[in-house]
């Protein structure tokens, strides 16, 4: 598997970006290195994030998640390129009903 | 002919300098090597160390410590106790050697650095000293080490850490770098002899020996003591190069101070850190490793900030702060990602182990116990390979390591922070608001690309998480994994902090 994907090229092209993040999962102890794409939305965003640490070092809760980006919740049918997302910024994905 | 007394010779020997007729003294001594600032020329004639010796007393004193220490070395060989030490107390011996072997010769060219280019002729005649006593270090190091090699290839990585760049060891080779070579001789004595060798070295020699007696590891006790008796004489090059520092220039001095202890103190964090508190056997702790930090950094460091009128560093509150939390993440994260270092960390979480944590830190359960949890429920489980990573952590772009620093919100809760910076369209992420501070202040000689970095710009091939672990050195044979293969799992848990026994 590789963890880069497709590298990042101009962010106006039609196609999708891979785009990698330096994002957390709510309590977990390390931020991670997490390829998205520039077409995802921010539950796609969710969901690669927490592939890596629900169910290995955070327990699965029947909750929804949800993006933070720049301390702002962005909108969860937003995509990453409409966030603003751009290569190497933190993003924050948590359960909601804290 | 009879030897004159020492006293009778030694203070003018001490003062021979020469006057330089064909070059000049620029050239000689250059400022970006001497780093003399704002201390004028003429001031480090009065350089004077407290503790004073001659080349043969030198060789006297060494050479009763080469013949004991090798004399229990030797005995030791004979004896059966290498093959009983626990395995968890092993991966502090391969630790220390990985992290400290070529480090040390590191150091005998930073001794090297001040023996020709310090300003004062007593200066220069101690780090010769000094020089001679990191290569005895070395070869200590790599000759204890290369008795274990034929049984367990991971002792062999006390010769080749320096040489890969696996993540752990560009780590701390950053942080050598920042103390040994990147600065001039007078901020390398404030750094090295200073802050490192006369604080920090007694946590990882002094009570990491009084661990690994208790543990049985008389040969690794043996050695490490037996280095630490050179690093508290060399280490006195550092206060008489402060006291002319602080003198005329304290802003200066307050600076590299502040900035080699923080920096130190982030690499013992994952150094001795695991090993006081989840690698040693519960039954040898003495002391946690807080109070090995307690006891051996914060008094003597505060000790030595007064008697020289430096302030508390302004960073002191996230210091006092870290030592209830840096080590626990950096531990939990060597443990996920066990496969990328060259020791088998024991996860030290059985339950009288998660106890004894903490009773130690009260916040241990709260911020790591459930973590643990989910990670020993899995092993329960049979699904080990959920707890082994697809990923890699991201690393913070000064001290190296990955961002783990949790802190506590306005809102009560804990979560790690990530300190971002933009400079020139770039985004820099540290753990900690120093680590961006002392970056952005000497960005110019700390600008190291992190593991991540060089992975992200295409670096590492394959891009993946074995074109990784090729890259950083790590073959089959010396990958990590878990100490015990998991027995501990089967005491520990989510009621593990309830109860008090141990079955591992």
């Given at each position: 598997m590789s963890l880069v994907g497709s590298p990042v090229s101009?962010?106006?092209?039609?196609e999708p970006q891979a785009i990698p993040i330096n994002a957390l999962f709510g309590s977990d102890f390390v931020t991670l290195l997490v390829v998205v794409l520039s077409t995802d939305t921010m539950a796609d965003v969710s969901r690669k994030v927490a592939a890596n640490v629900v169910g290995k070092r955070i327990a699965p809760r029947r909750a929804d998640m949800a993006v933070y980006y720049r301390d702002e919740l962005v909108p969860k049918d937003w995509t990453v390129a409409r966030a603003g997302i751009t290569p190497l910024q933190f993003v924050l994905v948590d359960y909601v009903d804290d | 002919m009879g030897l004159m007394k020492r006293e009778e010779w030694q203070e003018l020997a001490g003062d021979v300098e020469w006057t330089f007729r064909y070059v000049d003294d620029e050239a000689v001594f250059p400022e970006w090597q001497?780093?003399?600032?704002?201390?004028?020329?003429?001031?480090?004639?009065?350089w004077d160390e407290a503790y004073k010796m001659t080349y043969a007393e030198y060789v006297a004193t060494q050479s009763e410590k080469e013949a004991s220490a090798y004399s229990v070395k030797a005995a030791v060989q004979r004896s059966t106790i290498a093959d009983t030490l626990d395995e968890g107390w092993k991966s502090n011996a391969k630790l220390h050697y990985g992290a400290t072997a070529l480090a040390e010769y590191a150091a005998a060219l930073a001794e090297l650095r001040m023996a020709r280019f310090g300003l004062s002729p007593r200066w220069r005649n101690m780090a010769v000293l000094g020089c001679l006593d990191e290569i005895r270090h070395t070869q200590m190091s790599l000759y204890f080490a290369h008795e274990f090699v034929a049984k367990d290839?991971?002792?062999?990585w006390a010769q080749r850490a320096y040489h890969t760049n696996d993540w752990a060891i560009v780590a701390a080779r950053g942080l050598f770098d920042a103390l040994m070579?990147?600065?001039?001789v007078v901020d390398l004595a404030l750094g090295l002899p200073l802050t490192f060798e006369t604080g920090f070295t007694n946590l990882q020699f002094v009570a990491l020996s009084a661990d690994a007696l208790a543990a049985g590891d008389v040969n690794f006790a043996n050695l490490i003591s037996s280095i630490q008796t050179d690093e508290a004489r060399h280490a006195q090059q550092g206060g008489p190069t402060l006291e002319l520092l602080i003198k005329h220039d304290p802003i200066r001095a307050q600076w590299v101070v502040d900035k080699s202890f923080w920096l130190s103190s982030r690499l013992f964090a994952i150094l001795s850190g695991p090993s006081m508190d989840?690698?040693?056997?519960l039954a040898h702790r003495r002391y946690s490793y807080k109070e090995f930090m307690q006891e051996w950094i914060m008094t003597q460091y505060m000790r030595m900030l007064k008697e020289y009128g430096l302030k508390k560093p302004w960073y002191w509150d996230e210091f006092i702060e870290g030592l209830d939390v840096w080590h626990h993440a950096l531990h939990l994260g060597v443990w996920f990602w066990r496969?990328?270092?060259?020791w088998k960390p024991?996860?030290?979480?059985?339950r009288a182990e998660r106890v004894w944590l903490q009773s130690k830190y009260p916040t241990w359960e709260e911020l790591y116990g459930p973590i643990w949890d989910v990670i020993t429920d899995n092993l329960r489980r049979?699904?080990?390979?959920?707890?082994?990573?697809?990923t890699l952590p991201w690393l913070c772009?000064?001290?190296?390591?990955?961002i783990s620093t949790m802190s506590k919100s306005a809102n009560g809760k804990w979560s790690v922070k990530d300190f971002s910076l933009d400079h020139n369209d770039y985004t820099y992420h540290f753990c900690s608001r120093v680590c961006r501070q002392i970056w952005w202040e000497d960005r110019d000689s700390m600008h190291l690309k992190t593991v991540l970095e060089r992975f992200l710009s295409g670096e590492?091939?394959?891009?993946d998480l074995g074109g990784a672990l090729a890259w950083m050195g790590i073959t089959p044979d010396v990958a990590g994994e878990d100490a015990y293969a998991y027995r501990w799992a089967k005491s520990g848990g989510a009621a593990a902090a309830a109860e008090g026994r141990s079955t591992r």
């Amino acid at each position: 598997m590789s963890l880069v994907g497709s590298p990042v090229s101009s962010p106006v092209s039609s196609e999708p970006q891979a785009i990698p993040i330096n994002a957390l999962f709510g309590s977990d102890f390390v931020t991670l290195l997490v390829v998205v794409l520039s077409t995802d939305t921010m539950a796609d965003v969710s969901r690669k994030v927490a592939a890596n640490v629900v169910g290995k070092r955070i327990a699965p809760r029947r909750a929804d998640m949800a993006v933070y980006y720049r301390d702002e919740l962005v909108p969860k049918d937003w995509t990453v390129a409409r966030a603003g997302i751009t290569p190497l910024q933190f993003v924050l994905v948590d359960y909601v009903d804290d | 002919m009879g030897l004159m007394k020492r006293e009778e010779w030694q203070e003018l020997a001490g003062d021979v300098e020469w006057t330089f007729r064909y070059v000049d003294d620029e050239a000689v001594f250059p400022e970006w090597q001497c780093g003399t600032g704002k201390v004028p020329r003429e001031v480090w004639a009065g350089w004077d160390e407290a503790y004073k010796m001659t080349y043969a007393e030198y060789v006297a004193t060494q050479s009763e410590k080469e013949a004991s220490a090798y004399s229990v070395k030797a005995a030791v060989q004979r004896s059966t106790i290498a093959d009983t030490l626990d395995e968890g107390w092993k991966s502090n011996a391969k630790l220390h050697y990985g992290a400290t072997a070529l480090a040390e010769y590191a150091a005998a060219l930073a001794e090297l650095r001040m023996a020709r280019f310090g300003l004062s002729p007593r200066w220069r005649n101690m780090a010769v000293l000094g020089c001679l006593d990191e290569i005895r270090h070395t070869q200590m190091s790599l000759y204890f080490a290369h008795e274990f090699v034929a049984k367990d290839a991971q002792f062999d990585w006390a010769q080749r850490a320096y040489h890969t760049n696996d993540w752990a060891i560009v780590a701390a080779r950053g942080l050598f770098d920042a103390l040994m070579f990147s600065p001039n001789v007078v901020d390398l004595a404030l750094g090295l002899p200073l802050t490192f060798e006369t604080g920090f070295t007694n946590l990882q020699f002094v009570a990491l020996s009084a661990d690994a007696l208790a543990a049985g590891d008389v040969n690794f006790a043996n050695l490490i003591s037996s280095i630490q008796t050179d690093e508290a004489r060399h280490a006195q090059q550092g206060g008489p190069t402060l006291e002319l520092l602080i003198k005329h220039d304290p802003i200066r001095a307050q600076w590299v101070v502040d900035k080699s202890f923080w920096l130190s103190s982030r690499l013992f964090a994952i150094l001795s850190g695991p090993s006081m508190d989840y690698y040693t056997p519960l039954a040898h702790r003495r002391y946690s490793y807080k109070e090995f930090m307690q006891e051996w950094i914060m008094t003597q460091y505060m000790r030595m900030l007064k008697e020289y009128g430096l302030k508390k560093p302004w960073y002191w509150d996230e210091f006092i702060e870290g030592l209830d939390v840096w080590h626990h993440a950096l531990h939990l994260g060597v443990w996920f990602w066990r496969p990328t270092v060259w020791w088998k960390p024991q996860a030290g979480v059985s339950r009288a182990e998660r106890v004894w944590l903490q009773s130690k830190y009260p916040t241990w359960e709260e911020l790591y116990g459930p973590i643990w949890d989910v990670i020993t429920d899995n092993l329960r489980r049979g699904k080990a390979e959920d707890t082994l990573p697809v990923t890699l952590p991201w690393l913070c772009n000064l001290c190296q390591l990955p961002i783990s620093t949790m802190s506590k919100s306005a809102n009560g809760k804990w979560s790690v922070k990530d300190f971002s910076l933009d400079h020139n369209d770039y985004t820099y992420h540290f753990c900690s608001r120093v680590c961006r501070q002392i970056w952005w202040e000497d960005r110019d000689s700390m600008h190291l690309k992190t593991v991540l970095e060089r992975f992200l710009s295409g670096e590492v091939q394959p891009a993946d998480l074995g074109g990784a672990l090729a890259w950083m050195g790590i073959t089959p044979d010396v990958a990590g994994e878990d100490a015990y293969a998991y027995r501990w799992a089967k005491s520990g848990g989510a009621a593990a902090a309830a109860e008090g026994r141990s079955t591992r």
